[in-house]
């Protein structure tokens, strides 16, 4: 439950490193995957780093609904955008 000075924890930085494997382990461990910090999810961090890996099993694993809030047309991955417009 330690998190940064931005209020990021370590969900938050798995997903933004684009590090499933962590990811994975964290599910394991039961910390959450939707914990929302500085308005911002861990599926959220990784849409905005390009982090397709991550979005993608953090969309699959059902652990998070992609939100209307989700502004997809402006995304500056195709493969993102695509993927995301796919789950909505």
Same mark, same amino acid.
Request: glycine share 2%; proline share 1%.
């Given at each position: 439950?330690? +998190?940064?000075?931005?209020?990021?924890?370590? %969900?938050?930085?798995?997903?933004?490193?684009?590090? =499933?494997? $962590? *990811?994975?382990?964290?599910?394991?461990?039961?910390?959450?995957?939707?914990?929302?910090? +500085?308005?911002?999810?861990?599926?959220?961090? %990784?849409?905005?780093?390009?982090?397709?890996?991550? =979005?993608? $099993? *953090?969309?699959?694993?059902?652990?998070?609904?992609?939100?209307?809030?989700?502004?997809?047309?402006?995304?500056?991955?195709?493969?993102?955008?695509?993927?995301?417009?796919?789950?909505?």
């Amino acid at each position: 439950n330690i +998190k940064d000075s931005n209020g990021c924890g370590v %969900a938050h930085w798995a997903a933004y490193k684009n590090n =499933v494997f $962590y *990811l994975r382990l964290f599910k394991k461990l039961k910390i959450s995957l939707n914990t929302k910090k +500085k308005k911002l999810t861990p599926l959220e961090r %990784a849409i905005f780093n390009d982090s397709y890996d991550a =979005v993608e $099993y *953090l969309c699959e694993d059902d652990v998070h609904v992609v939100k209307d809030t989700i502004k997809v047309d402006v995304l500056r991955s195709e493969s993102i955008r695509e993927y995301l417009t796919e789950k909505k």
